[in-house]
């Protein structure tokens, strides 16, 4: 019997639009995540409708106007244009989509319990709305069970069977923001449904736009394969700063032993030193693990020491200024420091947890006078008001005391910094060979 045939009539019927791609595809949230995945199914020939809460994202959408980095408003300005992308804050809509894909943010509350409430007031939104066929699809990264637990029950109110009336999964995003060679399309994507049914559906969806689908056996399994895989990130970067504070005591350069190390063709993977982690998942995913796990009596004592060496590295940069402003006879009250890059990681816009913030912040309090360039990131919201960035140049490098390299862009002028900075704490190794006097590494 053909696959088809055995499937629900609600199955076959959103098969069936999935394959000559006339199924509407809703995503919620059109943020890093959510926008590449609408542009995605847009271009695979689907209508595609992002619904947000952000009037200002959805205008700017609607104009053809990309504001996310990785996306090309070439391509945005395409698709709006051919009627394929648009937004909405009309969430009644939702009920003309077959596909609806939640990418809502999932932060951490100030307890570091895990903050469920956009998946929840994105679920509430489509409750009231869903529709027999409908393949609804958590994408936000969280903890185990959420799927089932959280987001099931909700949409069971409606009364509609899930794997036959409807259709439930979670698929982790795994996009990098800034990665050139691994985008949405490439990046194989990983689906677990409430059911078989909804597994299939799930898979059958991004067929359509993705390179390789891994179906795994239960939403379980799809929400821990991400946490697993943000934690082992989490754990080697919270190792690799302890082996660096380890050097640092030891009087070894703990990069040269990296890039040693690396050259072992099995078994070795290099992980590098940092101020500290950054950015919308990796200082906060694992908390949503080990928030989890504690509810079964689980301490997960790997994610809460990488987290606290991590947490403590901006204090571990800002003591090598000190460092390098005592090399110099100068207190670090009324010093000027210049940080250098303010994005969490290299080559992208995003100061979401940057540690930049955090050494910029501890410095501050402490009575230094601080300033920061960053060609990614024209201005940044600093104790409550605005602060511009200043263009790195030889008299802004000249007039600081100290310039921390906290970001490495590939696009600074790092013979710039090594020619005219007094003193220099490097962070990233940025400086690889440039210069050593006045030069402070992690
Ligand atoms: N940024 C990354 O690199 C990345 C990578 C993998 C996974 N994730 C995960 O993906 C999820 C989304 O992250 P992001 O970085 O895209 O977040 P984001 O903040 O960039 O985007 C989220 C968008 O959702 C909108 N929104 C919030 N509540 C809404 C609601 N109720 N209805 C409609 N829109 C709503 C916001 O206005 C925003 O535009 C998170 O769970 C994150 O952990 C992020």
């Known amino acids: 019997m053909p696959r088809s045939t055995r499937l629900h ?24 995540v959510g926008l590449p995945l609408a542009v995605e199914f847009a271009k695979a020939g689907f209508r595609v409708t992002g619904f947000e809460i952000d009037a200002k994202r959805a205008a700017t959408l609607n104009r053809g106007v990309s504001y996310i980095q990785d996306v090309p408003t070439a391509e945005v300005r395409t698709l709006v244009k051919e009627g394929r992308l648009r937004a909405t804050l009309d969430f009644d809509e939702l009920t003309r989509m077959d596909a609806i894909d939640i990418c809502v943010p999932t932060p951490l509350r100030k307890t570091r319990d895990p903050d469920v409430s956009y998946i929840v007031a994105a679920v509430q939104a489509i409750v009231p709305r869903l529709k027999r066929g409908q393949l609804i699809v958590l994408e936000s ?22 794997g036959k009336d409807f259709f439930l999964a979670f698929s982790p995003e795994r996009v990098d923001p800034g990665n050139a060679k691994y985008q949405t399309r490439n990046i194989p994507k990983v689906v677990g449904g409430v059911t078989p049914t909804c597994t299939t559906m799930v ?100 994610i809460e020491l990488a987290g606290n060496v991590n947490s403590g590295m901006p204090y571990h940069v800002t003591k090598r200024v000190y460092e390098a402003l005592n090399s110099i006879r100068k207190p670090l009250r009324g010093s000027k420091i210049l940080v250098v890059g303010v994005a969490y ?62 970001t490495a862009h590939k696009t600074l002028d790092y013979a710039l910094i090594a020619k005219h900075a007094r003193t220099i704490v490097d962070s990233r190794n940025a400086l690889r060979g440039r210069r050593t006097r006045g030069v402070f590494k992690l």
């Open 203 to 302: 898979a059958e969806l991004y067929a359509t736009v993705m390179d390789q689908v891994v179906p795994v056996s239960s939403t379980q399994v799809a929400e821990m394969v991400k946490l697993l895989e943000n934690t082992f990130r989490s754990v080697n970067i919270g190792l690799v700063n302890e082996i660096a504070l380890m050097c640092d005591k030891m009087g070894v350069d703990v990069w040269e032993v990296i890039d040693a190390a690396a050259t072992k063709p099995f078994g070795f993977m290099p992980f590098y030193p940092g101020p500290g982690l950054g950015g919308h998942c990796i200082p906060i995913d694992p908390f949503y693990l080990s928030w989890k796990a504690r509810q079964s009596g689980f301490e997960c004592r790997f």
């Open 345 to 406: 990681k290299a080559d992208i816009d995003d100061v979401r947890e940057s540690p930049s913030l955090d050494i910029m912040e501890i410095l501050e309090k402490d009575g230094a006078k601080v300033s920061y360039a960053d060609p990614y990131v024209p201005r940044i919201r600093h104790n409550g008001s605005n602060l511009n960035a200043r263009p790195l140049s030889a008299s802004a490098i000249r007039a600081a005391d100290c310039v921390v390299i906290a």
């Open 141 to 162: 990264t969280t903890y185990p069970g959420t799927t089932d637990e959280l987001v099931l029950p909700m949409l069971q109110e409606h009364g509609l069977a899930v």
């Open 9 to 32: 009539p609600a199955a076959r019927r959103l098969s069936g639009r999935l394959d000559k791609r006339t199924a509407r595809i809703g995503v919620i949230g059109l943020g890093y």
